[in-house]
């Protein structure tokens, strides 16, 4: 297999995974013959990775049962693989790399839910959740709102996935001024998947806006419909055509 991290442990937790940078391209015969040509760019090297996380962590049971090994996929081996198990000593950190913005689009929310449905039933073990909120952030100031996508998504997931890490690195630097009614409802959605949006929003308005509370409403309304009501005719548009679609 290409570089691995080191292997970390840590009370009773064995972390290992791939380098994080790099796709798995390995051409020994044993990889090869578990390479998926049929998968998506994201899922071609899934069932080499878990295949050797499964067979490590059956062997890590009978030698050390209160271990528990953690991984996490990512780069071409982040769609969860068919045809493998997993003991129940496996614990998942799942990176959702394009952004939760996307989950509004029944098409993408599709692929995204598949691959955390099946990794919950490779584990059995509720998922840890990584939300990279990258995209559409990097490539637009313009503000746009998906609270209802976040909405569904925890509701579809909340006996799937435990928290949340909402990754703004330096790259994603206007999260916070374009997403803000979104990230505002987030939050909250972590707490209780059940919040109520619409008097959150309505409420977030009146607070931040005083006397232009109305103006103001309507204004996030349309951002959000914008985004959330548009059916993009594929997933494979590019952001010009997205961004005619949603404004």
Known sequence: MDRLRKVSISGDAIGVSPHFSED?????????????????????ASRIVATFISKLATEVKKRWPDMTVWTQPFQNYLAAPEGVTFPDNVHLRILNEPGMALY????????????????????????????YCRWPGETTRAPFQYPNALQTFYRANRDKIVG???????????????????????????????????????????RMFGKAEKPMRELVQRQMDGWEKAVWPSDFIGAQAIYETAY
């Open 104 to 131: 509004a689009q029944p098409i993408l929310a599709k692929r995204v839910q598949e691959s955390i449905d099946r990794w919950f039933e490779m584990s059995g073990n509720k998922l840890e959740f990584i939300d």
């Open 24 to 44: 798995i391209s390995c051409v020994c015969d044993d990889c090869q013959a578990l390479w998926d040509h049929e998968a998506q760019p994201e899922g071609n």
């Open 164 to 206: 949340t890490q909402i990754d703004m690195s330096k790259f994603y630097t206007n999260f916070w001024s374009t997403q803000t009614v979104s990230t505002y409802c987030w939050l909250r959605l972590l707490w209780n998947p059940d919040h109520n949006v619409e008097a959150t929003i309505n409420e977030f308005c009146r």
